[in-house]
């Protein structure tokens, strides 16, 4: 993981530099995460492409800003978070009424992904930062662009909301 988050941090420096083709790497390697990052926060495929289209634009221009190469996922995350929230807020005026999340099934018993599908946006969002995107608590913190603190809070609530879901389906079972 070490040489993968250096390897991230030398394309990002090449291309805040104008180098396209680490350029294209970085959206090669990133446009998939990023895509499903802004699904789980928006639950809608075409809102989360556009997101992302947005959320690259803005990468681009802002890019050669970048001050630490290594922040780079980090960055691009919480410019994916932010377009993603900017979105849920359009949803919300143009609904006049917040709209719960549809309710994931619980299809396989006991799988932690179905668990986890359950959670709030954010909790599971935070979850699969830290957890699968194995992000520092920093670095979720920067991408989602909450307080650290926040960032365990979420976290401590989802587990607790996983064990719960998991739990439930362990009782069953018996």
Avoid at 10 to 29: I, N, P, S
Avoid at 80 to 89: K, V
Wanted: charged share 30%; with cysteine; hydrophobic share 40%.
């Amino acid at each position: 993981m070490q040489k993968d988050k250096a390897y991230i941090a030398y394309l990002a420096g090449r291309a805040r530099l104008g180098d396209r083709t680490a350029f294209e790497k970085l959206v090669q390697h990133f446009g998939p995460r990023l895509f499903a990052h802004a699904y789980r926060l928006l639950g809608h495929h075409e809102e989360a492409r556009d997101a992302v289209q947005e959320a690259w634009v803005e990468i681009t221009r802002g890019l050669p800003k970048l001050r630490e190469d290594r922040a780079f996922m980090a960055w691009a995350y919480r410019i994916t978070s932010r377009r993603c929230a900017r979105q849920i807020d359009r949803n919300v005026k143009a609904r006049a009424v917040e709209v719960d999340p549809p309710e994931a099934t619980f299809e396989e018993a006991g799988s932690v992904r179905a668990a986890i599908e359950r959670l709030k946006p954010v909790q599971a969002a935070t979850i699969r930062l830290f957890y699968l995107e194995e992000m520092s608590l920093r670095e979720v913190a920067l991408a989602m662009d909450v307080p650290t603190g926040t960032v365990k809070s979420r976290l401590a609530a989802a587990r607790n909301e996983l064990k719960t879901h998991l739990k439930g389906y362990e009782d069953a079972k018996y």
